[in-house]
């Protein structure tokens, strides 16, 4: 990881940049067009690594791929789908996990698929073992090599009943991007109901798939034979969007958030104006501004989809260490997710974390020895220190508290940010941030 950011802090952001499409879906839809038998059109399409890895991943399987970038545009052609050679998958993956969701499309196309070693975010136990389970379930053979997993369908795929252990939000999309063209019914059971999941089930509906979401967390896919393409403007990232939220409220500043939609944030803005907050819902988009006062302590735990989105928690406990009393949170999603603590605690902040379940939910870490819980004591002042960022939302969680500690503190490894925050150090920018890079990364393109 290259980059280093030198931020001297202290200074309220103000201002207004745009968000566009989540990171969290716009990869899937990407995927998603393997399946189709023509071209298809994806818009709002946001400047990140994710998309660039993506992009380069469905090049290297003969898929045509035009990006506009400044019109955030991608035009998909998959008409001549080919297998790539393991070497290259590998190379240009790197710690990307997008390959395994790769392997249903694939399968339906090509009959085979490849999945490297597979990298991400180092927040937690995230196994592909749901998702071998899953291809297993629809007929699937699963080869390990020592390059990787080879992956074949010598008699098709079928539908099949799944039941997940835990609404798992990749397990989930897995199951979509393989149940659509899947002979027969494919029923899941405990699945993932996230608005980009909703999303990706949208642009799988416009593609010509038969798909139904019951209340109890039950999708019904029916397989077809043959999809199309799609056009479809993805929504809005509500992670990003958070972010910068939090980042205003952090460093007492006020910053109109173009793009971000209500619908998608409501439980954030809830718990952002318990803590003290202000914010202000338009058309086009969101302001977020700290009013001045207190900022409140509060119990906070995250879930899965309606309940308070893990991804938001990091940003926000940045400004909970400004805020008066104690603060609890309790992490149910990912199990290792409060590492970005310490380097907080390094700047000032009194954060103390535990194994034990505190709030109202027992969890399944409650019994397995994980640090998921934190109680934040504040306000702290926070002071400038060296940061290496960790990953993506625990570096941009650290990036927020460089902007409002006092002094000048450097950021190492700024660049993995690039994987979810389009243009950045732009947005800093314009937000009135003073902050300089040294060692910058080549931009980011998908042409």
Same mark, same amino acid.
């Not at 902040?349 to 870490?365: H, K, N, P, S």
């Not at 990036?399 to 993995?416: D, H, N, P, Q």
């Given at each position: 990881?290259?980059?280093l950011?030198? *931020?001297?802090g202290?200074?309220p952001l103000?201002?207004?940049?745009?968000v566009?499409?989540a990171k969290?879906?716009?990869?899937?839809?990407?995927?998603?067009?393997?399946?189709?038998?023509?071209?298809s059109?994806?818009?709002?399409?946001?400047? @990140?690594?994710?998309?660039?890895? *993506? =992009?380069?991943?469905l090049?290297?399987?003969?898929?045509?791929?035009?990006?506009?970038?400044?019109?955030?545009?991608l035009?998909?052609?998959?008409?001549?789908?080919?297998?790539?050679?393991?070497a290259d998958?590998?190379?240009? =993956?790197?710690?990307?996990?997008i390959?395994?969701?790769?392997?249903?499309?694939?399968l339906?196309?090509?009959?085979?698929a490849?999945?490297?070693?597979?990298?991400?975010?180092?927040?937690?136990?995230?196994?592909?073992? +749901?998702?071998?389970?899953?291809? !297993?379930?629809f007929?699937a053979?699963?080869?390990?090599q020592?390059?990787?997993? +080879?992956?074949?369908?010598?008699?098709?795929?079928?539908?099949?009943? @799944?039941?997940?252990?835990y609404?798992?939000v990749g397990?989930?999309?897995?199951?979509?991007?393989?149940?659509?063209?899947?002979?027969?019914l494919t029923?899941? !059971?405990n699945?993932a109901?996230?608005?980009?999941?909703?999303?990706?089930i949208?642009?799988?509906?416009?593609?010509?798939?038969?798909?139904s979401?019951?209340t109890d967390?039950?999708?019904?896919?029916?397989?077809?034979?043959h999809?199309?393409?799609?056009?479809?403007?993805?929504?809005?990232?509500?992670?990003?969007a958070?972010?910068?939220?939090?980042?205003?409220?952090?460093?007492?500043?006020?910053?109109?958030?173009?793009? #971000?939609?209500?619908?998608?944030?409501?439980?954030?803005?809830?718990?952002f104006?318990k803590?003290g907050?202000?914010?202000?819902?338009r058309?086009?988009?969101?302001r977020?501004?700290?009013?001045?006062?207190d900022?409140?302590?509060?119990v906070l735990e995250?879930?899965?989809?309606?309940?308070?989105m893990?991804?938001?928690?990091?940003?926000?406990v *940045? =400004?909970?260490t400004?805020?008066?009393?104690?603060? @609890?949170?309790?992490?149910?999603?990912?199990?290792?997710?409060?590492g970005?603590?310490?380097?907080l605690?390094?700047?000032?902040?009194?954060?103390?974390?535990?194994?034990?379940?505190?709030?109202?939910?027992?969890?399944?870490?409650?019994?397995?020895?994980?640090?998921?819980?934190? *109680?934040?004591s504040?306000?702290?002042?926070?002071?400038?220190?060296? @940061?290496?960022v960790?990953?993506?939302?625990?570096?941009?969680?650290?990036?927020?508290?460089?902007?409002?500690?006092?002094?000048?503190?450097?950021?190492?490894?700024?660049?993995?940010i690039?994987?979810?925050?389009?243009?950045?150090?732009?947005?800093?920018? #314009?937000?009135? #941030?003073?902050?300089?890079?040294?060692?910058?990364?080549?931009?980011?393109? =998908?042409?």
């Amino acid at each position: 990881m290259s980059g280093l950011l030198t *931020v001297e802090g202290g200074t309220p952001l103000h201002g207004e940049i745009t968000v566009r499409g989540a990171k969290n879906f716009v990869s899937k839809a990407m995927v998603a067009a393997l399946l189709g038998e023509t071209p298809s059109e994806l818009r709002n399409v946001p400047v @990140i690594s994710d998309v660039e890895i *993506v =992009a380069g991943l469905l090049r290297l399987h003969g898929v045509t791929v035009d990006y506009d970038v400044e019109g955030g545009v991608l035009h998909l052609d998959p008409s001549n789908v080919e297998s790539a050679h393991v070497a290259d998958i590998d190379a240009h =993956a790197g710690s990307s996990r997008i390959p395994i969701l790769f392997c249903g499309p694939l399968l339906h196309r090509l009959g085979e698929a490849f999945i490297p070693d597979l990298g991400g975010c180092r927040i937690g136990d995230r196994p592909i073992n +749901y998702h071998l389970d899953i291809l !297993r379930s629809f007929g699937a053979v699963v080869d390990k090599q020592v390059q990787g997993i +080879y992956i074949t369908a010598p008699l098709g795929l079928h539908g099949t009943r @799944i039941e997940l252990p835990y609404p798992s939000v990749g397990a989930t999309e897995q199951t979509l991007l393989t149940a659509v063209r899947a002979q027969g019914l494919t029923e899941l !059971r405990n699945a993932a109901t996230e608005p980009e999941i909703m999303d990706l089930i949208a642009v799988l509906q416009k593609m010509g798939a038969i798909i139904s979401v019951d209340t109890d967390r039950t999708i019904r896919i029916e397989g077809v034979a043959h999809l199309g393409g799609f056009r479809h403007t993805a929504l809005a990232d509500r992670i990003e969007a958070a972010s910068w939220a939090s980042a205003a409220l952090a460093t007492h500043g006020d910053v109109f958030v173009r793009g #971000a939609s209500q619908p998608e944030m409501m439980t954030f803005l809830n718990t952002f104006r318990k803590v003290g907050g202000a914010f202000d819902v338009r058309e086009d988009g969101i302001r977020f501004w700290h009013p001045g006062g207190d900022l409140r302590s509060i119990v906070l735990e995250t879930d899965v989809h309606p309940g308070f989105m893990t991804d938001w928690q990091q940003p926000l406990v *940045v =400004a909970l260490t400004q805020a008066d009393g104690l603060s @609890i949170v309790h992490e149910t999603v990912y199990e290792n997710r409060f590492g970005f603590t310490e380097a907080l605690r390094g700047m000032g902040a009194t954060i103390q974390v535990y194994r034990e379940c505190l709030g109202g939910l027992r969890c399944r870490f409650g019994q397995r020895n994980f640090l998921h819980s934190a *109680v934040v004591s504040g306000p702290t002042p926070l002071r400038a220190a060296d @940061i290496d960022v960790p990953d993506l939302r625990g570096g941009f969680s650290h990036l927020i508290a460089a902007l409002a500690a006092e002094g000048t503190s450097r950021v190492r490894g700024i660049t993995l940010i690039n994987r979810g925050y389009e243009n950045f150090l732009g947005k800093l920018e #314009a937000l009135g #941030a003073r902050a300089t890079i040294a060692d910058p990364a080549p931009a980011v393109a =998908a042409r």
